[in-house]
């Protein structure tokens, strides 16, 4: 359910023990192919989705959209917070979640940047609600167990723009797509146990603007990309999260639904 299309009494009719859910994403260039909010777009298709897989039974936050996009900005048309902006904003959600009763919240990440300071966000919450359980984690690393084997490219295929976010984008919105203007791109890393992609990263990493990572704004093989693969994507996707969520609380599947 949605906390924002909830009354006020339709939510505090809510069992505490709900798992309260914070979308995190990002608005910033994704080529020349893709709309800036495909991070936006994705992240709510995927809530979207989890939210009827779970028969209703979770509590979905409003997305912070704007997220930790330093590294695009010399691509025009992205946003960006800093990282103490974004972690004030998170941590006074949380807080404000956690003064209506509610003890468990999960921040599903849609945007790679935001990765780092959401590991800083994990230890602060934890340390300051110790009656608070948080879980961290984004929707491509979740899912990458089961999607990875989707992918036809390999590595360099499913970075930024790449063969599996074009795709979901297809099955999403086509019409704001434009395949037309869709090129791969990518430099691989210098070392290859460095190399890293939607799924994850590699045993070390050093700060790159994205300019300096692909020269058109896209880290992978859009020229790969399907909507059926891209329905294909989202469905893994949702299973391994709602999956993740009733492993780490197994008393969800327990709670009434009020849908």
């Known amino acids: 359910m949605y906390w924002m299309q909830l009354r006020r009494g339709q939510?505090?009719?809510?069992?505490?023990r709900t798992p309260v859910i914070l979308p995190t994403a990002a608005v910033e260039q994704h080529g020349e192919h893709l709309p800036l909010g495909t991070d936006c777009m994705?992240?709510?298709?995927?809530?979207?989705r989890l939210d009827q897989a779970m028969d209703r039974k979770i509590l979905v936050m409003p997305t912070v959209q704007v997220g930790c996009s330093e590294h695009h900005m010399v691509f025009p048309?992205?946003?960006?917070?800093?990282?103490?902006?974004?972690r004030r904003t998170v941590m006074e959600y949380v807080d404000s979640v956690?003064?209506?009763?509610?003890?468990?919240?999960m921040i599903l990440n849609g945007h790679g940047g935001n990765e780092a300071i959401n590991a800083v966000l994990n230890q602060q919450i934890g340390q300051q609600y110790e009656d608070l359980e948080c879980l961290v984690g984004g929707w491509a690393p979740i899912g990458a167990p089961q999607t990875r084997a989707i992918s036809e490219g390999g590595h360099l295929s499913c970075g930024h723009a790449g063969e599996f976010e074009t795709s979901i984008m297809l099955a999403l919105a086509e019409e704001l797509c434009d395949m037309s203007l869709a090129e791969d791109g990518g430099i691989p890393t210098r070392v290859e146990s460095m190399r890293y992609d939607l799924f994850g990263g590699g045993v070390a990493s050093s700060y790159q603007?994205?300019?300096e990572l692909s020269h058109n704004g896209v880290y992978g093989k859009p020229s790969l990309a399907s909507a059926e693969k891209g329905h294909r994507i989202l469905s893994v996707t949702v299973e391994s999260i709602q999956e993740l969520i009733e492993s780490f609380w197994d008393d969800v599947k327990d709670l009434p639904s009020l849908a």
């Open 98 to 105: 956690r003064r209506h009763g509610f003890r468990r919240v």
């Open 77 to 86: 048309g992205s946003l960006t917070l800093t990282h103490e902006t974004y």
């Open 209 to 211: 603007p994205f300019h």
């Open 42 to 48: 994705i992240t709510g298709a995927v809530i979207d």
């Open 11 to 16: 939510l505090d009719a809510f069992d505490r």
